[in-house]
């Protein structure tokens, strides 16, 4: 799988710059994820696209392109960045996890498919427990997986699981440690506001902001330990405005969406930058775009990453991930 990290290198300057510099790696990354077998019509050529059927192409490609803040916390995880594990090791201090800390970033797709995407296949164990903070024995998280996965996709079979990890669907990863093996659901949310309990999610990851604390403490209301990690958040408010903008774009194919659908004036007006030149090729568009976005606000690194189909046989459909990575704060 390709990852497409979006690294901030300057704060969020005005909201419409902000939205382009964030819109255009995002368009160049659906535009990367379309794969070849649907550029028929064009000779395979990619270069001679028009932005208009973009949406068209990706929607044959079913979604194959998606953008995960959370793939920001695991990768820091993975990669033991002191800033972010640090608070991490607090968080599941709280929920009596010991141990070095680990992430499992388990992704599910809409048709069924599901895999371990930059994840030690080793991790998730057969003796792997999900600790819930409630009393009686954990319940083992490789044998719930099918079930949270069907659970995320057809919502009348959620009050199959048990009731202790029946909100586990909504987990964004699972943060603990291989010893002793003992793991809890996670959410990732840009906007703390947002945070909803569950059962089964114990953990919540969230932007410090600026005046709020930023102390690893029990929300004894929702039962989760909020964990502030030292990111932008005003830079992961934009990020996915600007994926709101584009998904938005590809249902229209690049025609300016309804109000209703961008309510935003200055969303409109982003919108608008791209609708106006949806005739074009889709690089072309990208660099003639290049202008109107904030200067130096992002600097684009690719890589690849291992991504493993787990308990499935269809294979995953999402070949590329685009992930920001905010300033620390």
Same mark, same amino acid.
């Given at each position: 799988?390709?990852?497409?990290?979006?690294?901030?290198?300057a704060?969020?300057a005005?909201?419409?710059?902000?939205?382009?510099?964030?819109?255009?790696?995002?368009?160049?990354?659906?535009?990367?994820?379309?794969?070849?077998?649907?550029?028929?019509?064009?000779d395979?050529?990619?270069?001679?696209v028009?932005l208009?059927?973009?949406?068209?192409?990706?929607?044959?490609?079913?979604?194959?392109?998606g953008?995960?803040f959370?793939?920001?916390?695991?990768?820091?995880?993975?990669?033991?960045?002191?800033a972010v594990t640090?608070?991490?090791?607090?968080a599941?201090?709280?929920c009596r996890?010991n141990?070095?800390?680990?992430?499992?970033?388990?992704?599910?797709?809409?048709q069924?498919?599901?895999?371990?995407?930059?994840?030690?296949?080793?991790?998730? *164990?057969d003796?792997?427990?999900?600790?819930?903070?409630?009393?009686?024995q &954990?319940?083992?998280l490789k044998?719930?997986?099918?079930?949270?996965?069907?659970?995320?996709?057809? &919502? *009348? *079979?959620?009050?199959?699981?048990?009731?202790?990890?029946?909100?586990?669907?909504?987990?964004?990863?699972?943060?603990?440690?291989?010893? &002793?093996?003992?793991?809890?659901?996670?959410?990732?949310?840009?906007?703390?506001?947002?945070?909803?309990a569950?059962?089964?999610?114990?953990?919540?990851?969230?932007?410090?902001?600026s005046?709020?604390?930023?102390?690893?403490?029990?929300?004894?209301?929702?039962?989760?330990v909020?964990?502030?990690?030292?990111?932008?958040?005003?830079?992961?408010?934009?990020?996915?405005?600007?994926w709101?903008?584009?998904?938005?774009?590809c249902?229209?194919?690049?025609?300016?969406?309804?109000?209703?659908d961008?309510?935003?004036?200055?969303?409109?007006?982003?919108?608008?930058?791209?609708s106006?030149?949806?005739?074009?090729?889709?690089?072309?568009?990208l660099?003639?775009?290049?202008?109107?976005?904030?200067?130096?606000?992002?600097?684009t690194?690719t890589?690849?990453?291992?991504?493993?189909p787990f308990?499935?046989?269809?294979?995953?459909g999402?070949?590329?991930?685009?992930? &920001?990575?905010?300033l620390?704060q």
């Open positions: 799988m390709e990852v497409r990290g979006e690294r901030q290198a704060p969020v005005d909201e419409v710059s902000a939205l382009v510099a964030v819109t255009r790696p995002i368009i160049a990354g659906v535009f990367q994820s379309i794969g070849k077998e649907y550029l028929d019509a064009y395979g050529d990619r270069s001679t028009p208009k059927m973009l949406g068209k192409l990706r929607a044959v490609g079913d979604g194959d392109c953008v995960a959370e793939y920001a916390v695991h990768d820091a995880v993975h990669n033991r960045d002191a640090e608070r991490v090791v607090d599941l201090k709280k996890v141990g070095d800390p680990a992430s499992i970033l388990f992704a599910i797709e809409k069924g498919a599901k895999q371990l995407i930059s994840t030690e296949f080793e991790l998730v *164990t003796q792997s427990r999900v600790l819930s903070g409630n009393r009686g &954990p319940v083992k044998g719930y997986l099918n079930q949270i996965a069907a659970a995320f996709r057809r &919502p *009348t *079979t959620r009050p199959n699981l048990p009731q202790s990890i029946r909100g586990l669907w909504k987990a964004d990863l699972f943060l603990g440690s291989p010893e &002793p093996d003992h793991w809890v659901g996670t959410t990732v949310k840009i906007n703390p506001s947002h945070l909803e569950a059962p089964g999610l114990r953990i919540a990851v969230v932007p410090t902001r005046g709020r604390s930023d102390a690893v403490r029990l929300d004894e209301q929702k039962n989760l909020i964990c502030p990690v030292p990111h932008d958040g005003s830079f992961m408010q934009v990020f996915y405005e600007g709101r903008i584009v998904q938005a774009l249902e229209t194919n690049f025609k300016e969406p309804k109000e209703v961008i309510p935003n004036p200055a969303h409109r007006e982003v919108a608008r930058i791209y106006e030149r949806r005739d074009y090729p889709v690089l072309d568009v660099d003639a775009t290049k202008k109107f976005g904030q200067p130096h606000l992002l600097e690194t890589g690849t990453v291992i991504s493993t308990q499935s046989e269809l294979q995953p999402t070949s590329t991930i685009i992930s &920001p990575f905010p620390r």
